[in-house]
């Protein structure tokens, strides 16, 4: 195939033709696939499924040493769970807060406790400050981008590079003590897959900002979540920012959703000891603790790190041909007419598009016109707005091989139609 650039005006003209038929006939399968978020499939959720009935069926799976599990206590979480987190993270059992099971409720939380009540540095609560900015590496998380959203924040793109967020850009931007914290997918980062440098961490955990309740978010969503290859060992941010002289500026994130059930499973942050014990005194007050019998559950099931790894390699096994299908078509149907660039990555759960500027939307909707619906244009991007019209998230996760097949079918069709229509035909 001749890239579409290259092409004559007649050329491109047949080239649409022949495109608007596929489509047409792709239409009419009456399809109903669902490529929009970064859910887990039947398949890995069989894999864990037996925990939710089998763990907790004998009187002493309900003690955690001395602890009865189904009681009130342990505001911090149980003990056990801590010290699996740990061993996942790297850091140490004591920095653990192990809550329920959403990491992106305890993200809210931090943020809504500093608009509220401050941080532990903060000199005033975030809400009587006159303006609070947040850094946004883009392309991001949409729903990290949804909670400084709604809070009013005043959001600032920051471009991603191959080794995580342009560096240079971070720094100059925390002198503006205005500036309160960034977001960051560190390892296999949403959506393009970048596993930030050593050097990237040095620097973020160098960081010395102008604002003395500056803030990281350390999203470590997929710290154990490799699809191909052998799982990568990652520095540990909150030593790292303890050796830098900021043992208070990071608040580190991690959860079992893509680990056993996404909606049951159990989530935690690690932070310094002052900046948990400053978090454990507020939360106190709207919860007495969280859902310790499954923290429970999860201990037994995962036993360690090691354990844990073994599972992992399990999902991998169902995730590698969901990715590869997906990255074979883009190789195959896209890559020789040269209208598009992605990610090639090798953990996660997404494949970050970059299509040609001014066709993001367009081919979306076509998308859904013929029945597969993806994460909206412009999500990626803080506000919704994608300056480029261009990056499009594909999550290869929900659907089983032979639809997403389908899918990526469909979507390669609709990418082709709108490069050609904005070429021109």
């Given at each position: 195939?001749?890239?579409?650039?290259?092409?004559?005006?007649?050329?491109?003209?047949?080239?649409?033709?022949?495109?608007?038929?596929?489509?047409?006939?792709?239409?009419?399968?009456?399809?109903?696939?669902?490529?929009?978020?970064?859910?887990?499939?039947?398949?890995?959720?069989?894999?864990?499924?037996?925990?939710?009935?089998?763990?907790?069926?004998?009187?002493?799976?309900?003690?955690?040493?001395?602890?009865?599990?189904?009681?009130?206590?342990?505001?911090?979480?149980?003990?056990?769970?801590?010290?699996?987190?740990?061993?996942?993270?790297?850091?140490?059992?004591?920095?653990?807060?192990?809550?329920?099971?959403?990491?992106?409720?305890?993200?809210?939380?931090?943020?809504?406790?500093?608009?509220?009540?401050?941080?532990?540095?903060?000199?005033?609560?975030?809400?009587?400050?006159?303006?609070?900015?947040?850094?946004?590496?883009?392309?991001?998380?949409?729903?990290?981008?949804?909670?400084?959203?709604?809070?009013?924040?005043?959001?600032?793109?920051?471009?991603?590079?191959?080794?995580?967020?342009?560096?240079?850009?971070?720094?100059?931007?925390?002198?503006?003590?205005?500036?309160?914290?960034?977001?960051?997918?560190?390892?296999?980062?949403?959506?393009?897959?970048?596993?930030?440098?050593?050097?990237?961490?040095?620097?973020?955990?160098?960081?010395?900002?102008?604002?003395?309740?500056?803030?990281?978010?350390?999203?470590?969503?997929?710290?154990?979540?490799?699809?191909?290859?052998?799982?990568?060992?990652?520095?540990?941010?909150?030593?790292?920012?303890?050796?830098?002289?900021?043992?208070?500026?990071?608040?580190?994130?991690?959860?079992?959703?893509?680990?056993?059930?996404?909606?049951?499973?159990?989530?935690?942050?690690?932070?310094?000891?002052?900046?948990?014990?400053?978090?454990?005194?507020?939360?106190t007050i709207q919860i007495i603790s969280f859902d310790k019998v499954n923290q429970?559950?999860?201990?037994?099931?995962?036993?360690?790190?090691?354990?844990?790894?073994?599972?992992?390699?399990?999902?991998?096994?169902?995730?590698?041909?969901?990715?590869?299908?997906?990255?074979?078509?883009?190789?195959?149907?896209?890559?020789?007419?040269?209208?598009?660039?992605?990610?090639?990555?090798?953990?996660?759960?997404?494949?970050?598009?970059?299509?040609?500027?001014?066709?993001?939307?367009?081919?979306?909707?076509?998308?859904?016109?013929?029945?597969?619906?993806?994460?909206?244009?412009?999500?990626?991007?803080?506000?919704?707005?994608?300056?480029?019209?261009?990056?499009?998230?594909?999550?290869?996760?929900?659907?089983?091989?032979?639809?997403?097949?389908?899918?990526?079918?469909?979507?390669?069709?609709?990418?082709?139609?709108?490069?050609?229509?904005?070429?021109?035909?």
């Amino acid at each position: 195939m001749t890239a579409y650039s290259a092409m004559t005006a007649e050329a491109r003209k047949a080239e649409y033709a022949v495109l608007t038929k596929e489509f047409e006939r792709l239409k009419g399968l009456g399809l109903n696939l669902n490529m929009a978020r970064g859910k887990p499939g039947k398949e890995q959720l069989d894999l864990v499924s037996d925990m939710t009935y089998s763990l907790m069926d004998r009187p002493e799976n309900f003690m955690s040493g001395n602890i009865d599990v189904r009681n009130y206590g342990e505001m911090s979480g149980l003990p056990a769970a801590k010290e699996l987190f740990a061993e996942i993270l790297g850091c140490k059992a004591e920095q653990v807060f192990v809550g329920g099971n959403a990491s992106l409720q305890l993200m809210y939380d931090t943020i809504s406790k500093a608009y509220t009540h401050g941080l532990l540095h903060s000199e005033r609560p975030w809400c009587r400050e006159e303006t609070v900015k947040w850094l946004c590496p883009a392309p991001g998380y949409d729903r990290h981008f949804k909670i400084t959203e709604s809070f009013g924040f005043e959001m600032i793109t920051i471009p991603m590079t191959a080794d995580g967020p342009d560096m240079d850009a971070v720094e100059e931007a925390v002198k503006d003590p205005a500036v309160k914290g960034i977001w960051c997918v560190p390892k296999y980062s949403n959506p393009d897959g970048i596993i930030y440098s050593d050097e990237t961490v040095r620097r973020m955990a160098g960081l010395k900002p102008a604002a003395p309740d500056f803030t990281i978010m350390w999203d470590n969503a997929y710290c154990v979540h490799e699809f191909e290859g052998e799982y990568v060992e990652f520095p540990d941010i909150i030593s790292a920012c303890a050796e830098a002289g900021s043992p208070d500026m990071v608040f580190e994130f991690a959860s079992t959703s893509k680990i056993t059930l996404p909606g049951a499973g159990i989530a935690c942050f690690a932070t310094s000891m002052e900046n948990l014990y400053y978090m454990e005194k507020l939360l106190t007050i709207q919860i007495i603790s969280f859902d310790k019998v499954n923290q429970q559950r999860h201990v037994l099931f995962l036993k360690n790190k090691e354990n844990v790894l073994k599972l992992m390699k399990k999902h991998a096994a169902i995730m590698a041909p969901k990715f590869h299908a997906v990255l074979d078509a883009l190789e195959t149907e896209i890559k020789p007419a040269g209208i598009a660039e992605w990610c090639s990555p090798k953990g996660g759960y997404f494949v970050s598009l970059n299509a040609m500027p001014g066709t993001a939307k367009r081919t979306l909707a076509l998308c859904k016109e013929a029945g597969v619906t993806m994460t909206g244009a412009g999500a990626t991007f803080p506000y919704g707005k994608d300056p480029q019209d261009s990056n499009i998230r594909i999550a290869p996760s929900l659907p089983p091989v032979a639809e997403l097949e389908q899918a990526i079918a469909v979507f390669c069709t609709c990418l082709k139609m709108a490069a050609l229509e904005k070429l021109g035909v």
